[in-house]
């Protein structure tokens, strides 16, 4: 009820919705309207209030609350259902534990802080409140195992299409998970399986994005290697809009996936890679190998060419590029 | 204590050992002593006690407990750390929220009966009470999640191997993932994963494995399909030797396979598979190919050549024998 009010208001942003259509439309009394708007308020809109006239929506706080996403999910059924919170440990966990209890595809966990936000590999990955998405999606395609790090892929290129298309900002994957600005990171995607050998449970996708930090928000040391969409855009953008972007845009490349599988998305991918012909080195625990980036195989593997021709296939690595 | 002094009873079993023997090879009184032997009889060990001899273990119970299962897991540390419940749900479960709590590698949960165990793809597994061995192991491997599979077929050689080392009887392998003996099912194998996309977190093996079942535990249909150690073999067994053997077996292999690979692995399962050569049916959700079981990829996965001639690869899927 409060959501289909705030879609109301913000179709009709910056015009006058009358109470009576309110009421007609959504069924409920003028006394319920208006606890809504009170609410919404409360939460930070900004919500003009006529005689005669009816209620008009000024300004939206940048939330990611269910309310504020599904303004932007469009016709997707990604992101319908919404789990959010002001402040958790770590929307993963969270996501885990309601696909174990069967929580359905395309749900979606969402935080404005994450106090123990996790990355690839078990590394920290710095959350911090109001700045940036920190979105985890529950996925349950019917794929085999092996094919499961294929998801990673086309996650980054959903996430890199929807910073596009909001921002007209140009953000490159670097294998297998990072999303680039002028060679700084601007996001992070972490898959994870809950799995047989030969059946996928689910999916828990995480999503953490650099949206609206500004240059004091990181150290200098950090500054060097992390932007946010806000330093590179010079200006602030609203966390639910391209949260809703990048749903909309996973949803349709997933959809498309499963029905004709890896090939447009491996074309889309190499065309927004950034490591891709370039020489780099490929450090994992059991040593480093470098050489020139051929490409990924449909398994998603990165395949490395060595200074003796020899090709070899990455499974997991942390990509380096050598300043020479 | 309790274990170490089962240990010494039962590397005597039928001769006495001394109070004052296990006084000073475990360090305790003979009050410690006479209170661990009351357990030990309750647990229904008969174990006789006579003045200036000492005691004498007769016969054990046939227990899966901590105890009962470290006399015959050898020197591996497989099975040294052990949750034994009589009673569970599922021991799946347990061992998946052992594992994410940091669990370490070869941690196993064994149970006495699971009202609500789960075989492959979510089904009923029926586990009564004291009859069987129903285990989930934890195994942590440095290996792609591609070859996760692998260990699906590592661990039913492994089971195999184990049968036929204590009982003598011969169980072949049914890909993926049933063990046989005369075309009847006595063991199923289920490998789920925590894991992300190029890395795994820890994988729950779960092993239900009929042993002292008598024919009339069976309803006439099932004991059509099913079958247990103790009707092939005409004698019942001692659940904690052969869970022991299956885990001690499990470390070998495992311990090769980590090193070198799965080539040898391959080779062993080849060796035992059932289906191989054979006229088979693949059945799954998208659909049922018929044709010659080809063999296996490195990657586990299940190569069918159908009346065409074409080669099929199968990921996951119920194979049935066409009776023609």
């Known amino acids: 009820m409060k959501e289909a009010l705030l879609h109301m208001l913000a179709e009709n942003e910056g015009e006058f919705v009358s109470g009576q259509q309110i009421s007609e439309n959504l069924n409920c009394s003028r006394t319920a309207i208006w606890k809504h708007i009170s609410e919404l308020r409360k939460s930070g809109y900004s919500i003009e209030a006529v005689q005669k006239r009816g209620y008009r929506l000024l300004t939206s706080p940048d939330l990611v609350t269910a309310e504020e996403v599904s303004l932007y999910t469009g016709n997707g059924t990604f992101g319908k259902k919404v789990t959010y919170k002001t402040s958790v440990k770590s929307t993963q966990e969270i996501a885990h534990s309601l696909a174990r209890e069967g929580a359905l595809e395309g749900s979606i966990v969402?935080?404005?802080e994450q106090t123990g936000g996790r990355g690839r590999l078990g590394r920290a990955w710095q959350s911090p409140s109001g700045t940036g998405i920190w979105m985890s999606l529950i996925l349950r395609p019917e794929i085999p195992l092996q094919k499961a790090p294929q998801l990673t892929l086309l996650i980054a290129v959903a996430a890199s299409r929807a910073i596009e298309k909001v921002t007209g900002l140009e953000a490159a994957i670097k294998w297998p998970n990072d999303l680039l600005i002028k060679g700084k990171k601007v996001a992070g995607i972490l898959t994870e399986l809950q799995a047989e050998a030969d059946s996928i449970h689910s999916v828990i996708v995480g999503i953490g994005m650099n949206v609206n930090q500004e240059k004091k928000h990181f150290t200098e040391e950090i500054s060097e290697i992390a932007t946010s969409l806000a330093i590179e855009g010079g200006k602030t953008y609203k966390r639910a809009e391209?949260?809703?972007?990048?749903?909309?845009?996973?949803?349709?490349l997933y959809r498309s996936y499963l029905v004709k599988g890896f090939a447009v998305i491996k074309l889309l991918w190499e065309a927004r890679a950034y490591s891709l012909g370039k020489r780099i080195t490929a450090r994992s625990v059991?040593?480093?190998?470098?050489?020139?980036?051929?490409?990924?195989?449909?398994?998603?593997?990165?395949?490395?060419e060595d200074d003796n021709g020899e090709i070899h296939s990455i499974y997991s690595a942390d990509i380096e590029f050598p300043s020479h």
């Not at 190998?289 to 593997?301: F, L, P, S």
């Open 286 to 304: 059991t040593g480093s190998i470098t050489g020139y980036a051929k490409g990924i195989t449909d398994e998603g593997v990165l395949l490395l």
């Open 110 to 112: 969402l935080a404005d």
């Open 242 to 252: 391209i949260a809703g972007a990048v749903l909309q845009e996973i949803e349709n």
